[in-house]
């Protein structure tokens, strides 16, 4: 099992309207990705959503990633998710700043896409989300097609290229970035697997209920016989919660704070397309705080969050292997985390959890796509003839008939 870290924007309260706090929270969210790179993490993950207020004010992760890109190493960057909506993210658009990502990160960047998370993200760009599935299963394989032909034209529902473009640049080396998509439904689970993509699924109720849905998704995974893209991507990534620090009292503090569980408010006012949890309590309403040790102890063993010292955390993290998690991601900050904390948290758990659990240097994704086949030919149309250049530049990278 693999495992990452996800950065969502996520900025509670008054600060939310504060522009310092705003900008400490990103620089920090950037900061912890770098830091990762040094402690064993595999993945560092960034959000896409767009006027949700609190809940996330990352909107942009093609541009935090390749700065992060820069000053890592070894860490998988991706995206979670981008928007695949046309007047979201245009697709032309999409392929080709996929592909870049895949150029400046050395071919770490993974391609999380989706379809928002819900009607009041939607109508920013004046959309409901009964349109995005449709658009979502229009724009994803013409992605993969502009990424191969090099006079890529399409007329569809939601977008056209009219006239034949090489879509540029193309991704670097061998295939091109691993595909995901964001699993909230059941349905979805099934859906990824079948086309062969990663599922990115989120954790908000007990591990154990997720099986069947991961069964789904490995099901059709073995039944996929025409992948979206070049290869398969057989990945669950689940999120989750981890409250680790040396201290396994200080541990049990934090996750018994006053104000935790305000995320889920949050989750429940703006995830519309999710499969509401049960007694869901909705900004603004009163958190469902862990009330006491008792609860506590049940939220760990349900698999909730995890929660202690590098020791008691291990034990837990059997549990998520069990339901057939492929990579264990922890959204951050946590919920009464001291910003020194989580910088504890990702030193402790990397050096002390993660060699337990992860010990193959090479990413999963990254086998996976050193066995990518192309789909298309370079060429969807005939050549027009006539066409022969004699003359170009002495310090080309390659010479005619090179």
Request: charged letters at 20%; hydrophobic letters at 40%; a negative charge.
């Amino acid at each position: 099992m693999e495992f990452g870290l996800f950065m969502n924007g996520y900025l509670p309260g008054p600060a939310a309207h504060n522009g310092a706090a705003e900008h400490t929270m990103l620089t920090r969210e950037i900061e912890y990705a770098i830091l990762a790179d040094s402690y064993n993490w595999k993945y560092a993950w960034f959000g896409e959503h767009h006027a949700l207020t609190e809940y996330s004010h990352m909107s942009a992760p093609e541009v935090v990633i390749p700065y992060v890109a820069a000053k890592t190493e070894r860490i998988h960057l991706g995206s979670a998710i981008i928007n695949l909506s046309p007047p979201v993210n245009q697709p032309t658009r999409n392929a080709e700043r996929v592909a870049m990502l895949d150029h400046v990160t050395g071919g770490r960047f993974e391609f999380g896409t989706g379809r928002g998370a819900g009607e009041h993200e939607m109508q920013t760009f004046d959309l409901h989300t009964s349109e995005t599935k449709e658009m979502w299963n229009e724009v994803a394989p013409e992605i993969v097609r502009m990424w191969e032909q090099r006079d890529y034209q399409f007329e569809g529902q939601f977008f056209r290229v009219p006239s034949p473009h090489n879509i540029l640049p193309k991704p670097y080396g061998v295939g091109h970035p691993p595909i995901w998509v964001g699993c909230g439904n059941p349905a979805t689970f099934t859906t990824a697997g079948e086309l062969g993509i990663g599922a990115i699924a989120f954790n908000f109720e007990p591990i154990f209920n997720l099986k069947g849905r991961m069964e789904a998704y490995k099901e059709g995974i073995a039944n996929c016989t025409e992948p979206l893209g070049q290869f398969v991507n057989d990945n669950i990534m689940m999120t989750n919660a981890v409250v680790c620090v040396a201290d396994g009292k200080r541990a049990r503090e934090i996750a018994l704070s006053s104000g935790r569980g305000y995320l889920n408010t949050m989750v429940n006012l703006y995830h519309s397309t999710m499969p509401p949890q049960p007694g869901a309590v909705k900004w603004p309403g009163r958190p469902r705080a862990i009330r006491n040790e008792e609860e506590l102890d049940f939220a760990i063993e349900a698999g909730y969050l995890l929660c202690g010292n590098p020791d008691q955390v291990l034990e837990q993290i059997a549990k998520y292997q069990e339901v057939g998690t492929d990579q264990l991601v922890f959204g951050i900050p946590n919920e009464g985390f001291e910003h020194d904390e989580v910088i504890e948290m990702i030193e402790l758990f990397g050096s002390k959890v993660i060699p337990e659990f992860d010990k193959d240097p090479v990413h999963r994704t990254t086998k996976m796509r050193a066995t990518a086949k192309r789909k298309h030919p370079d060429f969807g149309l005939p050549l027009p003839e006539g066409l022969e250049v004699e003359v170009i530049p002495t310090n080309a990278l390659i010479p005619l008939g090179g």
